[in-house]
């Protein structure tokens, strides 16, 4: 039994006639006869009395589920419409709590145009984004490195710097720069997950000689920034996490030479991919975004 056979089973039974359901079909009246016969086989009863032109108690029960098949194609046809024009869907993103931020403004946006795409980012630590990208737990990630994965596009979208942070009542703070020599004699606040900007930082001080005192470490960047606030030592983030405080003033950034560590953030996704028009739809408000921003927006694909 398919859609074919049932929309010509309820074209008889609404006509109550074989020649003018035909009509209605554009088919000729054998056909439709022929179409029927086939259905009653596969069934194996009798849906119409020829002679009354009525239905009969099995014609009935399946008038009732052939409306409802029917119209379940004709709202499958009208949702599909929807995903097309941008009135349903979801954009599923995976980001950690940095890389998060960047998002912000870019969702906004999106939001902004398509309020009816229901939009899930899932926080994700940075070394498994990729991973979640390929296994489609994601359609989308964003992260603050080059992914090793061949099968994944990365495209950058943001350029963001590491920046040393203090609070105003420290000794830093006024002069507004310092050496890695005098961050030596500092106690430094740490984020306790390990990455390949942490590793830099470390490996920039064993390159000097200079001692690193990381002394803390903390879950969060949330968590950094406030307990760096209250006094406690320095800490090194990336500017895009402290952009508020260092304009109210609750933070100060102080200027080191021998740390200009370049960030850049990636939008990918996977090569191969049929990505949904909701995905879609996000690369090129974000393109549109890095246009009307310019930098530190931007939107560069890399090429493997």
Same mark, same amino acid.
């Given at each position: 039994?398919?859609? =074919?056979?049932?929309?010509?089973f ?8 074989f ?11 054998? @056909? ?5 016969a ?5 069934? &194996? ?10 239905? /009969? ?14 119209? #379940? ?6 949702a599909?419409? *929807? #995903? ?14 940095? /890389? ?12 902004? %145009? ?8 899932q +926080? ?6 990729? *991973? ?7 359609e989308?990630?964003?992260?603050? =490195? +080059?992914?090793? *994965? ?8 943001? +350029? ?11 000794? #830093? ?6 050496? !890695?020599v ?14 390949? !900007? ?22 969060s !960047?949330?968590a950094?920034?406030? =307990?760096?606030?209250?006094?406690? &030592? ?6 895009? /996490?402290v952009?508020?405080?260092? %304009?109210?003033?609750?933070?100060? @950034? ?10 850049? !953030?990636?939008?990918v ?9 909701? @995905?879609?739809?996000? #690369? +090129? ?8 921003? &310019? *930098?530190? =927006? ?7």
């Amino acid at each position: 039994m398919d859609l =074919f056979q049932l929309e010509t089973f309820l074209a008889v039974a609404e006509e109550r006639s074989f020649s003018r359901a035909a009509a209605r079909l554009h088919r000729t009246q054998p @056909a439709v006869s022929q179409v029927i016969a086939k259905l009653e086989a596969e069934l &194996g009863e009798m849906l119409l009395e020829r002679s009354a032109g009525k239905l /009969t108690d099995a014609g009935k029960v399946l008038l009732e589920y052939a409306h409802k098949m029917l119209n #379940l194609r004709k709202d499958a046809g009208a949702a599909l419409a *929807d #995903l097309r024009s941008l009135h349903r869907g979801r954009l599923d993103l995976a980001a950690n709590e940095y /890389t998060c931020l960047y998002l912000l403004p870019v969702l906004d946006a999106f939001r902004q %145009e398509h309020p009816q795409i229901k939009v899930a980012v899932q +926080r994700t630590l940075a070394s498994r984004i990729a *991973d979640e990208v390929q296994s489609h737990s994601v359609e989308m990630g964003v992260v603050s =490195f +080059r992914p090793e *994965d061949p099968q994944v596009v990365s495209t950058v979208v943001y +350029r963001d710097e590491l920046v040393c942070v203090v609070s105003p009542t420290h000794a #830093l703070a006024e002069a507004g720069k310092a050496s !890695l020599v005098r961050l030596g004699r500092e106690t430094f606040v740490a984020h306790n997950v390990p990455s390949p !900007l942490r590793q830099k930082v470390i490996a920039t001080f064993q390159r000097r000689k200079i001692p690193l005192q990381m002394e803390v470490e903390l879950p969060s !960047l949330e968590a950094i920034k406030r =307990f760096v606030q209250r006094g406690n &030592g320095v800490a090194l983030v990336p500017r895009l /996490t402290v952009e508020g405080e260092l %304009e109210s003033g609750t933070l100060v @950034a102080v200027q080191v030479p021998e740390l200009q560590v370049e960030r850049k !953030l990636r939008l990918v996704h996977r090569k191969q991919a049929v990505m949904s028009h909701a @995905a879609r739809e996000f #690369l +090129r408000i974000v393109q549109a975004h890095a246009v009307a921003h &310019g *930098d530190p =927006f931007c939107f560069v694909l890399e090429k493997g």
